[in-house]
């Protein structure tokens, strides 16, 4: 017993439920809440070691994708305000990381494309996003993370067709 009167619990006692163990897997949601946390806390950590945020990677990757999007194109594809969007636009600028083609300013509609440095970013980006995959999940066997990244993907594009 201890100095509480409860039982003494063995070091190797599996723990309780809901005692900071995964969650039951009993909802799609709940299990993906945990694991996208996990995984997003992981990637900005990778990312912030080398002056690369979320925000950063995702506005060259929309960029990349669709070159020469607005401030504000490029701000609903992110689904943030044109503001915020603007002051990562210019962060953007300041590195290197993206080119603004056309006259800037108020009414002025500047078109923007991703540099070589910007492109640079982003493969930076992914390497550190597939070695966070071997970290986070290399105990899955190679079958199981390619359906998992299949189903991922799956179920990303369906939300976003929402």
Known sequence: MTDD???AVPPDAPAPPGAGGPPPATSLTALLAVVGRTARTELDTAL???????????????LAASPDLSVSDLARRAGVSAPSMLATVRRLEERGHVQRLGPAGRGNTAQ?????????????????ADEL?????????PADRA?????LGRAAASLLRR
């Open 133 to 141: 995959d071997g970290t986070l999940f290399g105990a899955l066997p």
């Open 112 to 128: 923007l494309r991703v540099t070589d440095a910007g492109r640079e970013a982003l493969a930076l980006a992914r390497r550190r």
């Open 5 to 7: 009167s409860r039982p």
């Open 48 to 62: 912030d070691a080398d002056g690369l945020s979320l925000r950063i990677v995702g506005a060259l990757g929309h």
């Open 147 to 151: 359906a998992l990244l299949a189903l």
